[in-house]
């Protein structure tokens, strides 16, 4: 017995075009990661510092995180194998999506720790090695 994909209605459609479930979904992030940017620098001059510092950072990590991390298993599951139907790479694609945002969420406190340890140990690193005269 195998789990029913037809639940919303569009499954005939994705399925005969499993290509725009890539499309739309790498097309989709990078709108979206336009869309919020903006939209914290409107909040950021407004006067919202709370809402871009705990809802649009850790929102705009995430899709560069999936922007990212989803590209190889998505592109590989598509060429690899060719019977995959589009509504199974969208359910993958949607799992993968979630997963990281809330990896993202939870641990953006970390993450941006790590960031600026990074930044420090580089910016270190130069002071070092510059030419003294």
């Not at 298993?73 to 598509?78: E, I, Q």
């Not at 979630?98 to 270190?124: E, L, M, P, R, W």
Request: glycine share 6%; aromatic share 18%; hydrophobic share 50%.
């Amino acid at each position: 017995m195998e789990f029913n994909y037809n639940l919303f209605g569009y499954e005939s459609h994705i399925n005969n075009e499993p290509e725009l479930v890539l499309i739309y979904g790498f097309a989709g992030l990078l709108a979206a990661m336009t869309v919020i940017t903006l939209l914290s620098y409107i909040f950021r001059k407004i006067g919202f510092e709370i809402v871009v510092n705990y809802f649009f950072k850790p929102l705009l990590l995430a899709f560069g995180l999936c922007l990212f991390i989803t590209l190889f298993p998505t592109m590989a599951l598509y060429f690899i194998i060719p019977d995959l139907r589009g509504v199974k790479l969208a359910y993958i694609w949607i799992t993968i999506f979630s997963g990281i945002t809330i990896f993202s969420f939870v641990n953006y406190t970390t993450i941006k720790k790590f960031g600026h340890d990074i930044a420090k140990n580089s910016q270190k690193k130069e002071f070092r090695s510059r030419s003294r005269r």
